[in-house]
């Protein structure tokens, strides 16, 4: 059995991820924040299909809480699975709010910096040491960094998302001497509760954003979590430096 370590899998796109890397026999370590009911339901999901999770806390914008991070992964890992590395690695935890670009604070700058960009950076490097060789890892990007997804009100979200793009291929081409492949996965307008469940509450925006997507619907978290799964398993063994628009075609 590989184990995983999915940051943010309590809701959205990274619950849907730990739940398709677990289905696929894998163990996986996730994290929350701020929900950790959530964390706990989706290690109840995945334990319900008879897979192996443990749900740990983590606030990626902080990262003095890093190396006290590694020491509950180590421990899992020990406890867990009586191992002392793991095989993946998914930067997914974050955070999205809309502000145009005149009223952007250097507060709110910050802050998608050090959760969007310093924070897979920082705990990547910090983790690297019980990351086995020959594993992978995939970051959740966005397509508000590329063409297709630019829309007003993005720009410093997007910008580090962008950041994380570029940060991606670094990844690769570092890593690559341990037979570790980075990839990246841009989702589109997908149904989370990003921007403060912004889609339970402004309902009205789907048929709009349907309407811009060539496959004519939002996409749903599973469409993203299954990319990912599959990027870390074998199946994408020379798939390297990637940066995956999964977005139904939006603005196509």
């Given at each position: 059995?590989?184990?995983?370590?999915?940051?943010?899998?309590?809701?959205?796109?990274?619950?849907?991820?730990?739940?398709?890397?677990?289905?696929?026999?894998?163990?996986?370590?996730?994290?929350?924040?701020?929900?950790?009911?959530?964390?706990?339901?989706?290690?109840?999901?995945?334990?319900?299909?008879?897979?192996?999770?443990?749900?740990?806390?983590?606030?990626?914008?902080?990262?003095?809480s890093f190396p006290a991070?590694?020491?509950?992964?180590?421990?899992?890992?020990?406890?867990?699975?009586?191992?002392?590395?793991?095989?993946?690695?998914?930067?997914?935890?974050?955070?999205?709010?809309?502000?145009?670009?005149?009223?952007?604070?250097?507060?709110?700058?910050?802050?998608?910096?050090r959760v969007l960009l310093?924070?897979?950076?920082?705990?990547?490097?910090?983790?690297?040491?019980?990351?086995?060789?020959?594993?992978?890892?995939?970051n959740t990007t966005s397509?508000?960094?590329?063409?297709?997804?630019?829309?007003?009100?993005?720009?410093?979200?997007?910008?580090?998302?962008?950041?994380?793009?570029?940060?991606?291929?670094?990844?690769?081409?570092?890593?690559?001497?341990?037979?570790?492949?980075?990839?990246?996965?841009?989702?589109?307008?997908?149904?989370?509760?990003?921007?403060?469940?912004?889609?339970?509450?402004?309902?009205?925006?789907?048929?709009?954003?349907?309407?811009?997507?060539?496959?004519?619907?939002?996409?749903?978290?599973?469409?993203?979590?299954?990319?990912?799964?599959?990027?870390?398993?074998?199946?994408?063994?020379?798939?390297?430096?990637?940066?995956?628009?999964?977005?139904?075609?939006?603005?196509?």
């Amino acid at each position: 059995m590989k184990v995983a370590i999915v940051t943010g899998g309590s809701s959205g796109i990274g619950r849907s991820a730990a739940m398709q890397i677990a289905a696929r026999g894998n163990g996986v370590i996730l994290t929350y924040s701020a929900n950790r009911q959530g964390g706990l339901d989706t290690v109840a999901a995945i334990e319900k299909e008879g897979g192996t999770a443990v749900a740990l806390p983590l606030d990626v914008g902080d990262t003095n809480s890093f190396p006290a991070f590694h020491d509950a992964v180590f421990a899992a890992l020990r406890d867990t699975w009586q191992r002392e590395n793991f095989e993946y690695l998914v930067n997914n935890a974050g955070f999205g709010q809309m502000a145009m670009f005149e009223d952007t604070t250097e507060e709110l700058f910050d802050k998608f910096m050090r959760v969007l960009l310093k924070g897979p950076y920082f705990l990547t490097q910090k983790l690297l040491p019980l990351m086995a060789d020959g594993g992978a890892i995939v970051n959740t990007t966005s397509n508000s960094a590329l063409v297709s997804g630019l829309e007003p009100g993005y720009s410093a979200y997007g910008t580090m998302k962008g950041g994380l793009i570029v940060l991606t291929r670094y990844m690769a081409k570092e890593f690559s001497t341990r037979g570790i492949r980075v990839n990246g996965v841009a989702p589109g307008s997908t149904r989370t509760r990003i921007a403060d469940d912004a889609f339970e509450r402004f309902p009205e925006v789907i048929p709009a954003l349907a309407e811009k997507t060539a496959l004519g619907r939002v996409g749903e978290p599973d469409d993203v979590g299954k990319v990912i799964a599959t990027l870390l398993s074998d199946e994408s063994g020379w798939v390297t430096a990637q940066n995956i628009e999964v977005s139904g075609g939006y603005n196509l």
